[in-house]
């Protein structure tokens, strides 16, 4: 097996969709860490990248590595708490589109699957009935293909790694994932077809409920 070269991308450098006082809205293109890793060739990230710029920033939710799309950073402590607390309570909305493997025999439907870590294999994840955490994800088809399947994703909880396991379990796995899929499906896109297409969530100050937008057409054009 190859040895990981962490190659995140430069350009842009950071792709910023609003910002205010209390917060930035970034989009986060595949291949960049949302936190920086624990070896020195892994520190480039977007929180470290955004520091630069804005030193207060703070990272209370992440995506994979491999995932792109929209992340929300606060700037001040009253805000970070704000957020913070929409996203452990699942007050947020977050919409997710997904190129997966082969046509889907159905327009959508709830995966209800618990997760636990494969400790053995990790950072894999896997459904577990036993001991896993409750995990639910709402999906429907957007594109059916005889090869594959255009899929919209709306995790209702935020499991590690659960809309890769729950298209797994539901035997569609997410095209160009280099964790869970079969060497077909790994060499079938140049990078994981996951991209996070909106958030949603409520100002810290404002009380404004906002909404933001990253073109899931843009993000996983090589499959378009």
């Not at 020195?40 to 703070?58: F, G, I, K, N």
């Not at 494969?118 to 894999?124: A, E, F, G, S, V």
């Not at 964790?179 to 896109?189: E, P, R």
């Amino acid at each position: 097996m190859s040895k990981f070269v962490y190659q995140p991308p430069t350009t842009p450098y950071l792709d910023v969709l609003y910002q205010d006082d209390d917060l930035v809205v970034l989009d986060k293109p595949s291949g960049l860490l949302s936190v920086p890793g624990r070896l020195p060739e892994h520190q480039d990230s977007l929180m470290l990248r955004v520091q630069r710029a804005l030193p207060t920033a703070v990272v209370i939710h992440r995506l994979d590595m491999a995932t792109s799309g929209i992340m929300v950073m606060p700037l001040n402590r009253p805000a970070m708490s704000h957020l913070a607390r929409q996203f452990q309570e699942r007050l947020t909305t977050k919409i997710y589109t997904a190129w997966v493997d082969g046509e889907v025999n159905a327009d959508g439907g709830l995966i209800d699957q618990p997760l636990i870590c494969d400790w053995p294999n990790r950072p894999k994840q896997m459904v577990d009935h036993q001991q896993g955490k409750p995990a639910q994800t709402l999906w429907r088809a957007l594109t059916k293909r005889s090869d594959r399947s255009l899929i919209e994703l709306h995790p209702i909880s935020g499991r590690s790694h659960q809309l890769r396991v729950h298209m797994l379990h539901l035997g569609h796995t997410i095209l160009g994932d280099q964790l869970y899929g079969t060497v077909c499906q790994k060499a079938a896109a140049p990078r994981l077809q996951l991209h996070a297409s909106q958030l949603q969530f409520t100002h810290p100050v404002t009380g404004q409920r906002m909404c933001f937008d990253s073109p899931a057409s843009q993000a996983l054009e090589f499959l378009q």
